[in-house]
């Protein structure tokens, strides 16, 4: 599996940022997975110019260029941190 965030990776997660709720979620269901850090922040002035093809590859997985985005062994994806803490909810990893 792999993890796409924001640069923010794990941190902040239990105070509520959408990329570390995403990454508790998996720890605390007990997957591993690799983390792919992406450039291109909305809020940061000189990201605007290279946004897009900062986030070509997530764009082409999800359809949209926002993180977090899940990507599963068998190449499904989930995107949208709510929807990955549902799922990693719904499929603990087994023993």
Known sequence: MVLYTCGQQKAFGKSGHFCG???LALDQAGHEYE???VKGYRAVPW???????????????????????????????ISDSSRIVRWAHEHPAGP
Do not use: Q
């Not at 605007?48 to 499904?76: F, H, M, N, Q, Y």
């Open 21 to 23: 709720r995403a990454a």
């Open 47 to 77: 990201h605007r110019l290279t946004r897009k093809t900062d986030r070509a590859e997530i764009t082409r997985l999800s359809g949209t260029p926002e993180v977090p985005i899940l990507v599963l062994d068998d190449g499904s994806v």
């Open 35 to 37: 983390i792919r850090t």
